[in-house]
């Protein structure tokens, strides 16, 4: 089976599947297709794959023109069929690995979706998990699954996992360049699938001796940025209280050539991974009797950030204008998770919103690249223009997304006051109605 496959991907003759068509999955699928291999993507929304299928792109990390003519080449296809997995030989899964209302693993769609593979699973196959999960998912959840078909992993099918390492609108580094990390469940699954990535990737691929160390570098990677970030954001709120500039003290930070990782503070953590990763990894250590005093320690930090904010939000308005923050006008500006992008999972810039609404502001939102967000069945909307009309009405502006399209200029010009949570307007001035995170 080894040798067939490596033969397979030799002459590019591999049937790819990719199960799930977010973030990730999208621009692997593309990845893979461009690489050669025919490429079928499965998803149960039916609008992604009819726009898949139109040749419509809806991620910003894809080239438009490539999916198009990949569609038109009939390189790649889309479905809601997962019966369709009987003509794959390759199929990652790709899906969300969000938290529950009680901050613990939801691990249901990666069930669900190993479970449509295993029905379809034939001899041959290579089955890759790439979600984000706690350590051991792979063998101790996805194995059993597939081998309800009756086939054995190792024998009759490899399994691995390969975690996903997309950053969205990273300008250097995109899923084609980025290195990427195999956990196989046996040598010749780590080999077989190493190999199909090294055929469609540009970055190198380290193998792993186990999906489980695997799983542990993608956990080990985000839980580094939320304990960094939670020291920094903790040091935010006691430089505030010191009268000291965090900022120029990380910048002279900075010129230490060695020893030294520069990390900022913000409003809190957004996206899918590292706010959400060190919960997996505290979830799954209980079961071993270890408390990971450490990463909690720093999620707490993190997850208190937009409650902070708010509280320095209705400082300002107090100082500055005698007045409450109930019944202020407030203007959120940006409430994508980082800066240039339309993603807003997990952001903490939804979070400050809501908590100002909680507040009693009048809240509204601009952010170029988000009209509307939905946030716990809640559709809201923003404001189509950055005006100065805009701008003049609110009585702060709170800046909690570091995007490149607005001009500061223009937004310190027009505002009573502004709140910079990201230190965006740095070199803006004059700067006395501006106050920094």
Not at 46 to 61: E, P, Q, T
Not at 413 to 431: Q, Y
């Amino acid at each position: 089976m080894k040798n067939t496959l490596l033969k397979k991907i030799e002459d590019r003759t591999i049937v790819a599947g990719v199960v799930g068509l977010g973030y990730v999955g999208l621009p692997l699928a593309v990845e893979k297709a461009k690489a050669g291999f025919r490429t079928i993507g499965f998803d149960v929304q039916k609008a992604k794959v009819d726009m898949v299928n139109a040749g419509k792109n809806y991620i910003g990390d894809v080239v438009d023109s490539d999916l198009e003519r990949l569609v038109r080449e009939g390189m790649l296809s889309a479905t809601s069929d997962f019966s369709f997995i009987r003509d794959v030989d390759f199929v990652a899964i790709c899906v969300p690995t969000p938290l529950d209302a009680h901050q613990q693993p939801d691990i249901s769609y990666v069930r669900s979706s190993a479970e449509a593979v295993a029905r379809y699973l034939h001899p041959g196959m290579m089955v890759v998990l790439e979600s984000t999960t706690y350590p051991g998912t792979t063998e101790e959840l996805i194995k059993p699954i597939l081998e309800t078909s009756g086939l054995k992993c190792g024998v009759d099918f490899y399994l691995g996992f390969s975690p996903e390492r997309v950053d969205p609108g990273n300008l250097i580094y995109k899923t084609k360049n980025t290195p990427k990390v195999v956990g196989g469940l046996g040598d010749d699954a780590g080999e077989v699938i190493s190999a199909m990535y090294e055929a469609v990737l540009q970055g190198s691929v380290f193998r792993a001796s186990s999906p489980a160390v695997a799983e542990m570098t993608k956990i080990l990677e985000n839980t580094y940025r939320n304990i960094n970030i939670g020291l920094i954001n903790e040091l935010a709120i006691l430089c505030n209280r010191m009268n000291i500039d965090l900022w120029e003290v990380i910048e002279a930070a900075k010129t230490k050539p060695f020893g030294f990782t520069p990390f900022y503070p913000g409003p809190g953590l957004g996206g899918h991974c590292i706010p959400l990763d060190p919960y997996y990894l505290s979830w799954k250590a209980r079961e071993y009797g270890f408390h990971t005093s450490m990463i909690e320690a720093s999620m707490m930090v993190n997850d208190r950030m937009p409650e902070y904010c708010v509280g320095r939000c209705a400082d300002m308005l107090n100082k500055r204008f005698s007045k409450a923050l109930n019944g202020a006008r407030v203007l959120v500006l940006g409430v994508a998770y980082k800066q240039d992008i339309d993603d807003y999972r997990e952001s903490p810039a939804i979070q400050v919103y809501m908590n100002l609404r909680k507040e009693g502001a009048d809240v509204t939102f601009f952010d170029p690249f988000i009209p509307r967000f939905r946030h716990n069945g809640e559709t809201v909307e923003g404001e189509a223009e950055l005006s100065a009309e805009l701008l003049e009405s609110c009585d702060l502006v709170v800046v909690t997304a570091a995007h490149t399209k607005v001009d500061y200029d223009f937004v310190q010009a027009h505002s009573k006051a502004i709140f910079d949570t990201k230190n965006v307007m740095k070199k803006v001035s004059p700067r006395d109605n501006i106050e920094v995170l």
